[in-house]
């Protein structure tokens, strides 16, 4: 049996964890929050509780399989519901529009708010499962530093394919294309934001996210996202994985180019194996300054991070669902604004806010709890009071356009996060939300590998390293870091 010391318990250093213990290895997680998660957390006020980070939960079968590769009935520990309704979304115009599980019934509803050709709505979607197909195994389930990546059957598919994966154009340039409506275009552009790109800048490739949504499904938990962490932890703690909270690692030990252990601020720790689930760049700055990091990686331009209000309502809105977005016309301004100014635009509520009715046994009795994640650049010193306040005015005033009431006084508890608190929290370089931005065609090859020859015994897992940012490529990291391991010890 080795043993196995892993610096972070966000959702990729959890679910390593779980398959380190579940191969018969002694797994210690060291965590400098008193609570685990890190962006898949909670806050509580007041008798409302919010999930912090994620509101939207896809290919939940990848949580499913950390149960069962632990011999557990995955239902028995975790249970969730696929969306009918995705998402509701909102324009200042009035214009409103539903997307559903059903990609027949998501077609028909294009055609008829705005009069898109149901056959391109078809069409964009079939194509996205193709393309899925060739991307996922190739790219979210194996390493691209692993030659038989590159060397295997569906390497081969990939290159014959190559003009179809959509390297050589821009997810906007693809999207305006398919659709005739700008209002598709827009609507498709934001999955951009899924891994906090740019649409304008990002390769059609990324269109396939919407994949997930339209033609797997949108999930969400019972109990809220935050039972994805605990029951995770529960598990982790059933096949044996120690947790220590409140136990910043200060160092990462190594010898010979080899990791050996960690130094925490309250003791130091022998390891054979060492995993960090920190962001990749504080990992290098503060854990491994002994190591020559790969500084071009490092220096990658960051993804967007966000600005969260935490809203206790004390009414119920009938017309939101569990996910909604609203938009406005002129979003392009906000994406130059956030990618390019590294600010907010003079409208920054002008491209989208989620808001979530996340769980409604979260609130106070005949209330809701609302999740408003505004976009915004990672925080490079920025003044950020100011722009909370202000945007915090302008997501009232954009809200209450569009649902026709003043949504100001049904306010009556409230928190917030900006990308300064964000990196407080989580160690995440500039809060940035996903790692680096993926705003080149080379950017999926650039991410950070899950192990490096350079530093022997160290495995990198969570959203800043390959394969990227969001539960479901989290959670791969883990799956391909064990694998590695597994064929190499
Ligand atoms: C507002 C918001 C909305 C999001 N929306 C979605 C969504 O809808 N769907 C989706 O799939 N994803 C979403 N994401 C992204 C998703 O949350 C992340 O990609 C994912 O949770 C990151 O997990 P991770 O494994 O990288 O670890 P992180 O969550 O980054 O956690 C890292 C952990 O390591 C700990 N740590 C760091 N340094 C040290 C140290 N030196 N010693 C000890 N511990 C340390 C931190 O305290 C933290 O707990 C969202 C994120 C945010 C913030």
């Known amino acids: 049996m080795a043993t196995f010391g892993i610096v972070?318990?966000?959702?990729?250093?959890?679910?390593?964890?779980?398959?380190?213990?579940?191969?018969?290895?002694?797994?210690?997680?060291?965590?400098?929050?008193?609570?685990?998660?890190?962006?898949?957390?909670?806050?509580?006020?007041?008798?409302f509780r919010f999930d912090a980070g994620p509101s939207l939960f896809t290919l939940p079968q990848l949580v499913d399989e950390l149960f069962s590769l632990a011999g557990k009935n995955p239902r028995t520990h975790f249970n969730y519901q696929k969306l009918p309704v995705i998402c509701h979304y909102f324009w200042e115009d009035g214009t409103r529009l539903d997307t559903f599980a059903d990609p027949q019934k998501t077609a028909n509803e294009f055609a008829e708010k705005l009069g898109e050709n149901p056959e391109h709505i078809r069409t964009y979607l079939q194509g996205l499962q193709t393309k899925y197909q060739i991307i996922s195994e190739l790219f979210l389930e194996n390493s691209?530093?692993?030659?038989?990546?590159?060397?295997?059957?569906?390497?081969?598919?990939?290159?014959?394919?190559?003009?179809?994966?959509?390297?050589?154009?821009?997810?906007?340039?693809?999207?305006?294309?398919?659709?005739q409506h700008p209002k598709t275009v827009q609507l498709f552009d934001r999955y951009a934001t899924y891994n906090g790109s740019d649409p304008y800048q990002t390769?059609?490739?990324?269109?396939?996210?919407?994949?997930?949504?339209?033609?797997?499904?949108?999930?969400?938990?019972?109990?809220?996202?935050?039972?994805?962490t605990?029951?995770?932890?529960?598990?982790?703690?059933?096949?044996?994985?120690?947790?220590?909270?409140?136990?910043?690692?200060?160092?990462?030990?190594?010898?010979?180019?080899?990791?050996?252990?960690?130094?925490t601020k309250q003791a130091s720790y022998a390891f054979d194996f060492v995993a960090s689930n920190m962001d990749i760049r504080p990992t290098y700055q503060h854990?491994?300054?002994?190591?020559?990091?790969?500084?071009?990686?490092?220096?990658?331009?960051?993804?967007?991070?966000?600005?969260?209000?935490?809203?206790?309502?004390?009414?119920?809105?009938?017309?939101?669902?569990?996910?909604?977005?609203?938009?406005?016309?002129?979003?392009?301004?906000?994406?130059?604004?956030?990618?390019?100014?590294?600010?907010?635009?003079?409208?920054?509520?002008?491209?989208?806010?989620?808001?979530?009715k996340i769980n409604s046994n979260d609130a106070q009795e005949g209330g809701e709890n609302w999740f408003i994640?505004?976009?915004?650049?990672?925080?490079e010193g920025q003044d950020w009071e100011a722009l909370v306040k202000q945007t915090r005015e302008n997501v009232i005033r954009k809200i209450s356009k569009c649902l026709g009431k003043d949504i100001a006084q049904y306010i009556i508890a409230e928190d917030h996060l900006d990308p300064r608190s964000i990196e407080s929290r989580t160690s995440s370089?500039?809060?940035?939300?996903?790692?680096?931005?993926?705003?080149?065609?080379?950017?999926?090859?650039?991410?950070?590998?899950?192990?490096?020859?350079?530093?022997k015994n160290l495995y990198w897992v969570g959203g800043s390293v390959h394969p990227g940012g969001g539960i479901p490529l989290c959670l791969s990291s883990a799956k391909i870091a064990a694998k590695h391991f597994q064929e190499n010890t």
């Open 8 to 47: 972070g318990s966000g959702i990729g250093g959890i679910a390593l964890a779980i398959r380190m213990a579940v191969l018969g290895q002694k797994v210690s997680v060291f965590e400098a929050n008193p609570y685990p998660g890190g962006k898949l957390c909670q806050i509580e006020v007041n008798g």
């Open 144 to 179: 691209l530093h692993d030659y038989r990546t590159w060397t295997g059957k569906k390497a081969l598919q990939g290159y014959m394919n190559l003009g179809k994966l959509g390297l050589f154009s821009t997810m906007h340039e693809a999207n305006t294309q398919s659709f």
């Open 203 to 228: 390769p059609a490739t990324l269109g396939i996210i919407p994949h997930l949504e339209y033609n797997i499904g949108a999930f969400f938990p019972e109990g809220g996202m935050i039972s994805i």
């Open 230 to 263: 605990n029951s995770l932890v529960g598990l982790a703690k059933e096949v044996g994985v120690e947790f220590h909270f409140n136990e910043k690692v200060i160092e990462i030990i190594t010898e010979n180019k080899q990791a050996t252990g960690i130094k």
């Open 287 to 356: 854990l491994l300054p002994q190591e020559k990091a790969p500084k071009k990686l490092l220096n990658q331009p960051k993804s967007s991070s966000g600005i969260i209000f935490y809203w206790g309502m004390n009414t119920k809105f009938d017309e939101l669902g569990v996910h909604n977005i609203f938009f406005s016309d002129h979003y392009e301004a906000e994406f130059k604004a956030i990618f390019k100014d590294k600010s907010l635009s003079d409208d920054p509520t002008a491209y989208l806010h989620i808001s979530s």
């Open 373 to 379: 994640l505004v976009n915004a650049p990672a925080n």
């Open 429 to 455: 370089s500039g809060g940035a939300l996903y790692g680096n931005a993926s705003n080149n065609k080379f950017a999926a090859f650039l991410r950070h590998p899950n192990y490096r020859s350079a530093i």
